[in-house]
């Protein structure tokens, strides 16, 4: 009896350890809020870029939590130079555009529009 109760402890601990170390569901689309306008960001569209390997992001560029804070502030310019954050591929010469001139074209920011009536 005393045996069946230790393996049945076994088998728990076993189980929720799978359940913590499980990886994490990833998000679809999270939404950063700006003063210039908010920024959709395309998880999915982003992971996928990179044949969906989490570990060029996660964690050393960002914590997997979308509350955390992404030290990617303007000026853009700062972050660009030091190649960190979103500015590790949003720079001139990186892996994507650039945030100069790509501010409110639709790219990054966008205003809500305005509510009617
Ligand atoms: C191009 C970079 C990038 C890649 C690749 C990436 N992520 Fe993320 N992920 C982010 C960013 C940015 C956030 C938001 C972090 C923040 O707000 O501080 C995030 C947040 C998350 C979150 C938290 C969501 C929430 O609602 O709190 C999870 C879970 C996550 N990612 C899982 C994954 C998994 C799993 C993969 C691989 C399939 C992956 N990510 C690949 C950039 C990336
Ligand atoms: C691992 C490299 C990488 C990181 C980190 C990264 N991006 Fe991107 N991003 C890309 C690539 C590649 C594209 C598509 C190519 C292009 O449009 O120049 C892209 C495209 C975008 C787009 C256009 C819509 C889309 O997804 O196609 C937005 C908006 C964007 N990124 C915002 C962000 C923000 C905000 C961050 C930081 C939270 C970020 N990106 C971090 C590589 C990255």
């Given at each position: 009896?005393?045996?069946?109760?230790?393996?049945?402890?076994?088998?728990?601990?076993?189980?929720?350890?799978?359940?913590?170390?499980?990886?994490?569901?990833?998000?679809?689309?999270?939404?950063?809020?700006?003063?210039?306008?908010?920024?959709?960001?395309?998880?999915?569209?982003?992971?996928?870029?990179?044949?969906?390997?989490?570990?060029?992001?996660?964690?050393?560029?960002?914590?997997?939590?979308?509350?955390?804070?992404l030290?990617?502030?303007?000026?853009?310019?700062n972050?660009?130079?030091?190649?960190?954050?979103?500015?590790?591929?949003?720079?001139?010469?990186?892996a994507?555009f650039?945030?100069?001139?790509?501010?409110?074209?639709?790219?990054?920011?966008?205003?809500?529009a305005?509510?009617?009536?």
């Open positions: 009896m005393r045996k069946m109760f230790a393996y049945f402890l076994f088998c728990s601990v076993l189980g929720l350890t799978a359940l913590v170390a499980q990886k994490k569901t990833p998000p679809t689309k999270l939404v950063f809020q700006a003063k210039s306008g908010n920024i959709t960001f395309d998880h999915t569209a982003h992971a996928k870029r990179e044949k969906n390997d989490c570990t060029v992001c996660h964690d050393k560029l960002y914590a997997q939590d979308a509350k955390a804070p030290a990617f502030k303007p000026p853009h310019k972050g660009e130079d030091k190649k960190i954050s979103c500015g590790s591929c949003h720079r001139s010469g990186g994507a650039e945030t100069k001139a790509n501010c409110t074209n639709g790219k990054c920011h966008v205003k809500a305005a509510k009617k009536g």
